[in-house]
């Protein structure tokens, strides 16, 4: 590694070598990665007028009923699913389930 490499570009040098070698990756070269997290609360659409009309205090109804499970995303994949929980004066996502890969195909299908 030269000493301008980013570290993180090196790890990925190396994980690229290891992947070409045929090795299987060690999971200690991943724990360490960062990947986005994003909680859904519901969706709706919206015609662009309303959109515009849109101000402070506006009310946007979304397609999910009160009480019913949020969706954890890690990364564009569905995680899990929680409800919402206030932790001091903060919000937070308590886990009630946890999608396994059979589920998700499932609920695909």
Same mark, same amino acid.
């Given at each position: 590694?030269?000493?301008?490499?980013d570290?993180?570009? +090196?790890?990925?040098?190396?994980?690229?070598?290891?992947? +070409?070698?045929?090795?299987?990756?060690?999971?200690?070269?991943?724990?360490?990665l960062?990947?986005?997290?994003?909680i859904?609360?519901?969706?709706t659409?919206?015609?662009v007028q309303?959109i515009?009309r849109?101000?402070?205090?506006?009310?946007?109804?979304?397609?999910r009923l009160?009480g019913?499970?949020i969706?954890?995303y890690?990364?564009d994949?569905?995680? +899990?699913?929680g409800?919402?929980?206030?932790?001091?004066e903060h919000f937070?996502?308590?886990?009630?389930?946890?999608?396994?890969?059979k589920?998700?195909?499932?609920?695909?299908?």
């Amino acid at each position: 590694m030269s000493q301008s490499q980013d570290p993180m570009e +090196a790890a990925f040098e190396e994980l690229q070598q290891v992947i +070409a070698n045929g090795g299987e990756v060690p999971l200690g070269m991943l724990l360490d990665l960062t990947l986005p997290v994003s909680i859904e609360l519901g969706r709706t659409s919206m015609t662009v007028q309303e959109i515009l009309r849109l101000g402070r205090g506006s009310v946007i109804q979304l397609e999910r009923l009160a009480g019913e499970p949020i969706d954890v995303y890690v990364g564009d994949r569905r995680f +899990a699913e929680g409800e919402v929980v206030v932790l001091g004066e903060h919000f937070g996502v308590r886990l009630t389930r946890i999608i396994t890969k059979k589920a998700a195909t499932e609920a695909a299908a």
